[in-house]
């Protein structure tokens, strides 16, 4: 679905609560903080195999999909306070990213080059 | 833009770098909290005025938006290593945020609502 | 009280169950974040004047102080994981402190300073 | 060290800079949130082997360390904000998490007690 038709529906979702109000940059910050831990703890002393054991684990994977639901309506909550078209906020990034990644130096050793 | 396009332009980039050896999900939502940080650092220390002042500031509205790009960035890849489709991630989220907050109860208080 | 007193007394709560096997730096530090995520709910959605009356809740303060609490432990607990002594770690970072804020640049403009 | 003139300290340095106007609780809380995040960077990427091979990197040590203090330092600054004795906030913590924790259910099963 076209990212710009689901933040229409986000919007509207606050508008129908009138909670425009509430929604400046500094606290919606913090909401994506807390829903990041909220992801962040379904982790949480989880060795590797445990890690990637979630994946397949039904109610991890529900828990998971509604932590990342509110992250990505935070974010587009969030481009909405700003104006920004979220399409334009995901392709503008790639391209800078691909300049400070470039494929032939970043290629299978991520941790190396961002150290370095 | 549609979301799956825009999902597909983020897994060709790490495919081209062969990182998706390292995008496990408790990495990736590490990730996540630290661009979230970054974001929030902008606002931190900042009053009210001072943070509404930051949505008409050029060189704040340009780190705003290169972060927004990193957490919808990561929240794709993310949805990619459970095989989420981001747009029923979406969708399903604000479904059972309609039920949590029905309009006649949530409308313009927020904040008492949610604290009950 | 002695700070090393009090790590001490965390660390035998820690060994009466245990628990030093699961206390590797990343997940003390993942429970350090998800410990400040906790506290920084108490202070989501809030103006600054409600902020301010947090300080003379009951409720709001037992909350505050639990939340510290566990940060507290948490980073004592991260401390011993390095085998630093906690008192050398605070004292030691205010020296650091003390040349990246002289008192005559820094005093009174903590936010102009900082951004420069 | 006491830690309460530990506290003292953190104190002076705050005072010398006259910061104690910025330091409203919500502040203080998202930076304790933003140093655990350049704590938590550290360990990004790194797997169970990495993480513990950052005991013994002498930079690592001392990035860890310096964090770690920053982390310290935020914390005993809240607890003045509240006016809380730290060592107190430390031990009725743990108080409340030998209650919550009894060692004849918690022992070397941090996980699944938890969990449950």
């Not at 909670?19 to 590797?48: C, G, M, R």
């Not at 691909?98 to 941790?111: L, N, T």
């Amino acid at each position: 679905m076209d990212i710009e038709e689901l933040q229409k529906k986000v919007i509207e979702f606050r508008d129908a609560r009138d909670w425009a109000q509430y929604h400046n940059p500094k606290d919606l910050t913090i909401s994506l903080s807390l829903e990041v831990a909220e992801l962040l703890e379904i982790f949480q002393w989880k060795d590797a195999q445990e890690v990637e054991a979630t994946k397949s684990d039904p109610d991890e994977r529900r828990r998971v999909k509604e932590e990342l639901g509110d992250i990505l309506i935070y974010a587009l909550n969030m481009c909405r306070a700003f104006g920004f078209d979220p399409s334009e906020v995901i392709i503008e990034k790639l391209k800078i990213n691909e300049k400070k990644y470039p494929v032939e130096k970043a290629k299978g050793s991520a941790r190396k080059y961002t150290e370095t």
